[in-house]
């Protein structure tokens, strides 16, 4: 069953979010730990009634389209523009997600108009994170499709020797004992 988020169920889920910061907030130490994190979705979903499926995959919408616009934001503010041109996003969840991620995203690159050369490039690790935990379960429903396919055409050869034995026992006479 897929569900119908509208702005208002979103912006509900972004409160929740907001609430459980070792889902988003990096510099925690519980950030990386599976359990608690386990656990807030855990809360997230029984308060919604929402699977934790489809929580993930709206989290990970949400934090896309807020990095996007959060780029933007960076980006007119570094090219010295005027404090009326700073670019200003109409995006609904918008306000809600930056008034508590802020600070805690990092863009990937920045320009410094002082010098006009490109700072180091900054990691963001929430990022890295969900991509490789994204491979590695690709990776592992991918292995695990193999196996299943490989058994299967295992069990399918094994049926068809048995049918042919068989049917040789059958159109063979008998042996005599000697």
């Known amino acids: 069953m897929s569900i119908v988020w509208s702005n208002e169920l979103e912006l509900s889920f972004i409160e929740c979010l907001r609430a ?7 510099n925690l130490k519980d950030y990386k730990n599976k ?7 855990m809360r997230i979903s ?3 009634e ?13 934090m896309s389209s807020y990095r996007s616009y959060k780029g933007k934001v960076k980006k007119s503010v570094q090219s010295g523009a005027g404090a009326d041109e700073i670019y200003q996003p109409i995006w609904f969840a918008y306000e809600a997600m930056d008034a508590f991620l802020g600070d805690n995203l990092k863009c990937k690159k920045s320009m410094n108009t002082e010098r006009g050369v490109q700072e180091p490039k900054e990691v963001n690790l929430e990022a890295i994170e969900e991509n490789v935990e994204e491979m590695n379960e690709n990776r592992s429903n991918t292995y695990s499709k193999k196996t299943a ?3 299967s055409a295992d069990a399918k050869s094994l049926q068809n020797w048995l049918t042919q034995e068989m049917s040789l026992k059958t159109l063979l006479p008998p042996s005599n004992p000697r």
């Not at 459980?20 to 990096?26: C, K, M, N, R």
């Open 46 to 48: 029984t308060v919604m």
């Open 50 to 62: 929402i699977p934790i499926a489809d929580l993930k995959k709206k989290k990970d919408s949400l």
């Open 20 to 26: 459980e910061p070792v889902l988003w907030d990096i």
């Open 149 to 151: 396919t490989r058994q």
């Open 35 to 41: 359990l608690k994190s386990h656990d807030a979705w």
